[in-house]
């Protein structure tokens, strides 16, 4: 079984939709991010929810709207989208808060492309 | 603020060869320092990390990364490269209480024959 596991892996759409991308992870987890890896590789975080809760929003766009219905599913949903918004999405989870130490569970991500 | 930097955005070694992959980190706090290891078209996947303790970290697949807070750096080694070992690798920084992770810009191992 796949322990961070999204959908779609491949999500090819035209400006001004809305999409949504889904992400559940089966290892027990507290804790679950989104992170955007641009064009040239690099990584950022999104949003961290810790059991429903939003913990960390990093001055994302509101058009991204994170929905965490229980502690094993954090989704994405993107409104409007943008030329900007095409980037390789990854879900991670890891075991709590803690005090940062902790390995993150990614997910394999979903390639958003934006035409 | 924290921040990490990865000298060199592809390294290229021939297979048997020794691997070194470098990253030094900028905290006004004692550091948590990550390796993490992207293979193509998947997530990432954690190489090692550092947290206190032995300054000498090992990880899987033979790598392993020593941790010099007078050079503040975490740099990446193997000694013996293999072709399966080519992929995106990513230094990042936390700390305690941080509850997140900021990652470099990476570093793209190629192997060859």
């Known amino acids: 079984d796949t322990a961070v596991s999204q959908t779609p892996k491949y999500l090819v759409t035209q400006m001004g939709n809305d999409k949504s991308i889904k992400c559940e992870q089966n290892l027990g987890h507290d804790t679950m991010y989104w992170y955007k890896q641009d064009s040239k590789k690099f990584l950022k975080i999104m949003f961290s929810?810790?059991?429903?809760?939003?913990?960390i929003n990093e001055t994302v766009p509101n058009r991204f709207s994170p929905k965490s219905p229980d502690k094993a599913h954090l989704n994405l949903h993107i409104n409007s989208l943008e030329l900007g918004d095409s980037a390789v999405y990854f879900c991670?989870?890891?075991?709590?808060?803690?005090?940062?130490?902790?390995?993150?569970?990614f997910g394999s991500g979903t390639q958003l492309s934006v035409l | 603020a924290q921040s990490v930097t990865q000298l060199g955005s592809h390294v290229s070694v021939s297979e048997g060869a020794l691997v070194l992959l470098r990253c030094n980190y900028s905290s006004s706090v004692p550091p948590y320092l990550f390796w993490y290891v992207q293979y193509p078209n998947q997530g990432l996947q954690l190489l090692l990390k550092y947290t206190t303790g032995a300054t000498l970290v090992k990880g899987i697949n033979g790598f392993e990364a020593e941790f010099k807070k007078s050079e503040t750096s975490f740099h990446l080694t193997k000694p013996s490269a293999h072709m399966s070992d080519a992929a995106e690798y990513f230094c990042a920084v936390s700390r305690s209480g941080f509850q997140k992770l900021v990652f470099g810009t990476g570093t793209r191992l190629l192997v060859s024959p």
């Open positions: 929810y810790n059991n429903k809760e939003l913990i």
């Open positions: 991670a989870s890891s075991q709590d808060l803690g005090g940062g130490s902790e390995k993150l569970f």
